[in-house]
């Protein structure tokens, strides 16, 4: 079993950046990917940015493409999302996930965190 520890969500201003962290656990051996996914309320849950942990490799949504950063430490197997230039329209609980395939969408993972909100005011 594997457990994914999220941090970094806040109340920040328009324009202002947070970075958002998922600490995995347990039996990571066969993680092969990190992907984050956001829900607003009454909306159904989208794909933000995805990493292929062995290759570097990444996925954006147009939405967030050059303003988010996904990135990865290896020894600390630990994924973040570097999220800059935020908007009203990202405000969100934001989803980490790990699986064993890189992929953008969600059911193709196998783990997920709790959640953090994330509330961006213009």
């Known amino acids: 079993q594997v457990h994914l520890e999220e941090s970094g969500g806040g109340s920040v201003q328009y324009g202002d950046s947070l970075r958002l962290s998922c600490a995995a656990s347990g039996a990571t051996s066969g993680l092969a990917a990190v992907g984050w996914f956001r829900q607003a309320p009454g909306e159904e849950r989208e794909f933000v940015a995805s990493?292929?942990?062995?290759?570097?490799?990444?996925i954006y949504s147009n939405s967030v493409k050059g303003r988010f950063t996904i990135s990865r430490d290896n020894a600390k197997y630990t994924g973040y999302l570097h999220m800059n230039s935020l908007k009203s329209e990202d405000t969100a609980g934001y989803f980490c996930?790990?699986?064993?395939?890189?992929?953008?969408?969600?059911?193709?993972?196998?783990?997920w965190g709790q959640g953090t909100q994330v509330t961006v005011s213009s």
């Open positions: 996930a790990f699986g064993s395939i890189f992929s953008r969408y969600a059911s193709m993972y196998e783990f």
């Open positions: 990493l292929d942990w062995s290759t570097g490799n990444t």
